[in-house]
Structures are given as C-alpha cells and as structure tokens.
C-alpha cells in the first residue's frame, strides 16, 4: 500500500463515472471472425504444431465502445451495437444469479459478445496499490480480500482485457447501460444522420 506524507488521499473515480468520460458510439471496423482448429499448423522448425487459427471476417458496422476502469491497459470493451440489448441483458443476469459462476468456453464458430459475457463470467479479488522500491506503485491481486469483483470480458482476442468492476458498483453500471439499449435506435438515427451529412460533404472522388 502507499502512503502519502501530506495526509492526503487520492479519490479514485468510481466505474459509472469512468463508463460515463469513456463512453463513445459510432461506425468503425469489427471482426466477427472465429476460430478453427488446424491439425496440420507446423512450428518454424517444421514439427507439427496443431492449434487454434483465428480467422478474420471485419466488417465496418456501429460500435459502442466504453470502459470502467482507469489507468493504461485496462479493460476497454467495444460490443456491435446489433448486439448490445442481447450484452447488457447478459450482465443483468450476473445481477439476477446472486454473481454465480459458471464453466465454458466454445471457440468452434463465432461467439456474440453476450453469450462471451456469460462464459467469460467470474468472481475474482480485487487488486490494490502495492509500494515498489523505486517509489511507483503497482497494483497487485489483494489475496487476503474476498471474490468480490465481477469480471467479464465481451471478446476472447489476444490481450482482451476483462471489465471489472466491484459488486457493489455493479448494478449502478448495469443499469446505465440499460439506459443506453433502451434508447439504441434513436441513438443509431443520429449516427447514420451524421455520417450521411458527412458523405454528402466530402468530395467526389471522380472529380
């Protein structure tokens, strides 16, 4: 833990207040790729190395992106918006389950990022501050604190980083989200507004 001499403490910004600074909504590229099992993949050397193969299958559509935690490499998540009433239904059920957790994974074929949330699910310790010796601060798993932190992630690529947020805080982050699904198409309306707008007023390329 760190300390400061002046006696002064550093307030850290709750997950609403981070989800609401990050929130953003518009068009951009979106893989919907999956994965598929090569039994012939070989290593450099040329053994054989069967494994996973991601494939891409990007597609320019709306996507709303946003994060609850602070700091650099954390948890951004981004959800098509065709999806999102099916992602943010997805956590209330974490809600309505008393935060159960439950196994599996299937990488065979394209995974939503709803159905991601519920087998990416799981309770987890929270991470504080820990005093290195140059004077930083790292934050490091508390192993003496309980599972109280929900982590979810809403895709299974390489360094995806999961949201988490305490389970006290939960709810109220939940429910902000609902407030944006429940509002979705006329959120949308705006969207293609502007990007019409916007391609009205660029020049023609056969100019």
Not at 44 to 52: C, E, F, Q, V, Y
Not at 78 to 101: C, K, M, N, Q, W
Request: charged share 30%; glycine share 8%.
């Amino acid at each position: 833990m760190s300390i400061n001499p002046f006696g002064q403490k550093k307030e850290e910004p709750s997950a609403v207040d981070i989800l609401k600074g990050s929130f953003s909504m518009g068009y951009c590229d979106y893989d919907f790729g999956n994965s598929v099992w090569d039994a012939n993949r070989t290593a450099k050397d040329g053994s054989p190395a069967p494994g996973w193969v991601k494939v891409l299958r990007v597609k320019s559509v709306p996507v709303i992106s946003f994060t609850v935690n602070g700091g650099r490499g954390t948890g951004s998540q981004s959800i098509p918006a065709s999806e999102f009433a099916d992602y943010v239904r997805s956590l209330e059920e974490i809600v309505e389950s008393g935060y159960e957790t439950a196994p599996g994974e299937d990488r065979s074929q394209y995974i939503p990022t709803y159905e991601y949330v519920r087998k990416s699910f799981n309770m987890v310790q929270p991470k504080s501050g820990e005093l290195q010796a140059d004077g930083s601060t790292k934050k490091v798993v508390d192993r003496d604190a309980d599972f109280d932190v929900v982590s979810v992630r809403c895709d299974g690529g390489k360094g995806v980083k999961p949201m988490l947020v305490h389970r006290d805080e939960f709810p109220e982050v939940v429910h902000l989200l609902r407030s944006v699904a429940d509002n979705l198409d006329k959120h949308l309306a705006e969207i293609e507004s502007r990007r019409s707008r916007a391609t009205a007023a660029a020049p023609n390329s056969d100019d």
